[in-house]
């Protein structure tokens, strides 16, 4: 063991295994290499004392560049947002995309997220937005057939495109996935061929499944079947597919779910902002399903704050008289996310990639009776940010990217996307 | 009109009669005394340029002193968490309700709320946290007589000794109720005296009302009636009556309190983590109930921050699929919460006691769709904030309070008090 890193983390409140315990963290290039409670230096040298050091944070389920339309949209059900959201978007182009995805960068960068999994449009724009920021990301184009065979061509070209651009680019930092949108809008053999090249190319497959109950009963009435039931009959379920929203399983579902190994992206505030209920989280947690969290959209949410997601989704099983250990939720937050996407991070680990998310203790954290329970205040301000072993937000400053100059890009880019509708 | 004040606010972006506007506003001594788009100058001037400038906050339900158990009674429902609280609650006296309460104001402060409803126990600590903090406040002694009449005849005792040290204290920035503890811990003798006394005295009257199920069962099977039938019954219900939670009441319940001028201090986040349930807030609302906002203590929150409750409620009614206007919801985070307890205050509005919360405007509230869309982000770190005129945080910090020192003996008497359980 070398007692000198690239950076070293001292005397951090650490979530190692579960639990807080303090250590230091020593990093070499891009990963970690040693945790323990030995003393270590560093070329760079974080003093973490009275700070909350978790692994990075990642948001599981968002489109980034929606943070053009955050309260666009506002007091609509699912299917009205939809709507007034696809109105806007039709106009949309990679420009526009790139400093929307910019913002949400900044963002998640501010709040301890360190890698997210993106699906939408004009992926060039976020590919180019994730390179210059710093961050991790996967990134898939959001394809939807609506059951025309020509355009299931186009999309899936457009889809191979963003993939053999964009995969393993920024020294792997950027990935990509096949992303078809739904059930709902994108026909069974389209979803078929997804999974077959899916299954060809070794490619995360990720798609939003019965986020609303409107949509589990148009999948009855078009197929006579549950919609996690009719994926699998397509061979769309195995242990590279995460799905988004996962509302309305029941229980066979979810034990369909937890025998294919697929996981699930829970976007509580999301879900509730849009009406469209509350996940049955303890049950998949209980059957072994693999949960994380995404904040969705910020023009449904209105915030790309992972803690601020997991806080909510704590609540919410709470009330269902269905208790999620803390330590359960501060592993949603991080580590499922980078093992449903197949990263090697997530854990305050030697060997993990150096991906690390440092909170300042403050008032709302006196007294700490339990250090867990880190997840029921309010968290949206990291004070520190490290991914891929680079130290990109120092003392709550984005390094990386200029704040002012992204505010008044993507501001410039919203503004004319809505006067124009 | 005078053009000179004693504090000056200006160029904010203005939360006036349910909208934002930019205007200026002058104070003198404490009380709101100009608003307007006229320029103006102050002793002390405020630059609110890109800030939000919302009347105070009004937490309209809370156990100040319980932040000392913050985080210590986790995954419980909330009869076996009142179990546990109750027992460490016996060891409290006056030195540590006083420093648990100066944590409080100081969370409080510092994340905009300028005013709270308190019951609890060894009401002079919470009086004199009050007074050093410069908050306004109205509390009370919470008494339960558990169908005891010596009991009954000391708490109410206690209660009445507890106004008549600190009723219209401060300069009336004190103020003092009397409160009940609940239906199910009070005999309908006792509320009914109770109710007789706030009569004479003309005494805000507040209790916890129907926050569980369990509790709604309990009295119909020892009374024969719902909780809010049975207050009315005792003459407990009038325009001076504010009920906590409120979460089980039906219909006729509803209407009832409608009638009567009752005002609901409903509190989200706890009726959540405590498995309580969702309160018809929307119905409430619609029938003209004046709903206002608390977060309960810390125990069961974990945060006294209202802009964060007021977050989650309105997530929690869009589920219902009952959603109510974002103005609404600021209205009910400030000048429900003053006019529920009787001040002239949470208006920004000439002859106003100028209460008022400044909230920067940061990257979560670009782009700027639409202002009110301001509650479904995270705002718990107010930039200044006033009470009673006086500027009690500037630029984030309390300036009416040691921070350190008050953490320290904060988190000293809460040691203290668990070890020795």
Redesign the interface.
């Known amino acids: 063991m070398r007692n000198m890193h690239d950076l070293a983390i001292k005397n951090g409140l650490c979530f190692v295994d579960g639990e807080f315990v303090e250590c230091n963290i020593g990093i070499d290039g891009n990963r970690i290499t040693y945790v323990g409670k030995a003393e270590i230096k560093g070329d760079i040298e974080i003093i973490a004392a009275n700070m909350f050091v978790l692994p990075g944070l990642f948001n599981a389920h968002t489109h980034a560049a929606m943070?053009?339309?955050?309260?666009?949209a506002?007091?609509l059900?699912l299917r009205q947002w939809l709507e007034k959201i696809w109105d806007v978007e039709a106009r949309l182009d990679e420009k526009a995309v790139y400093w929307g995805s910019m913002?949400a960068c900044?963002?998640m960068l501010?709040s301890g997220v360190t890698a997210f999994a993106d699906m939408y449009i004009h992926m060039d724009g976020v590919a180019e937005a994730v390179g210059e920021s710093g961050m991790r990301a996967i990134i898939g184009y959001g394809m939807a057939d609506r059951g025309d065979a020509e355009k299931a061509e186009k999309e899936l070209e457009i889809a191979l495109e963003v993939v053999s651009k964009w995969d393993n680019s920024f020294g792997g930092r950027l990935r990509c996935m096949l992303t078809p949108h739904a059930p709902y809008t994108c026909s069974s053999e389209f979803l078929r061929k997804v999974a077959e090249i899916g299954r060809k190319k070794n490619l995360v497959k990720h798609i939003h499944l019965s986020e609303t109950l409107w949509e589990v009963r148009e999948i009855k009435k078009q197929y006579g079947t549950k919609p996690a039931e009719l994926l699998d009959s397509l061979g769309f379920l195995d242990d590279k597919t995460v799905v988004a929203h996962a509302v309305w399983l029941d229980d066979e579902e979810i034990k369909i779910l937890a025998k294919r190994g697929v996981s699930v992206a829970h976007c509580p505030?999301s879900?509730?902002?849009?009406?469209s209920?509350?996940a049955r989280v303890a049950e998949m947690v209980d059957s072994g399903v693999n949960v994380c969290i995404g904040t969705d959209g910020a023009a449904s949410?209105?915030?790309l704050?992972v803690m601020?997601d997991v806080r909510?989704a704590a609540?919410?099983q709470?009330?269902?008289?269905k208790?999620v250990?803390?330590s359960k939720w501060l592993k949603a937050a991080s580590e499922n996310g980078y093992r449903a996407y197949g990263f090697n991070s997530g854990k305050i680990s030697t060997g993990m990639l150096a991906d690390i998310a440092i909170f300042e203790r403050n008032?709302?954290h006196?007294?700490?009776?339990?250090p867990?329970?880190l997840i029921?205040?309010?968290n949206?301000?990291a004070y520190h940010t490290i991914v891929d072993g680079e130290l990109l937000v120092e003392e709550g400053i984005v390094l990386s990217l200029d704040?002012d100059r992204v505010?008044r890009n993507?501001?410039n880019v919203?503004?004319r996307l809505?006067e124009g509708s």
């Open positions: 943070t053009l339309f955050r309260g666009y506002e007091g059900s913002l900044l963002e501010k505030s879900n509730l902002k849009l009406s209920g509350i949410n209105n915030m704050c601020s909510i609540l919410l709470n009330l269902r008289k208790v250990k803390a008032l709302r006196h007294p700490l009776h339990d867990t329970s029921f205040t309010e949206c301000e704040e505010l993507a501001e919203a503004r809505i």
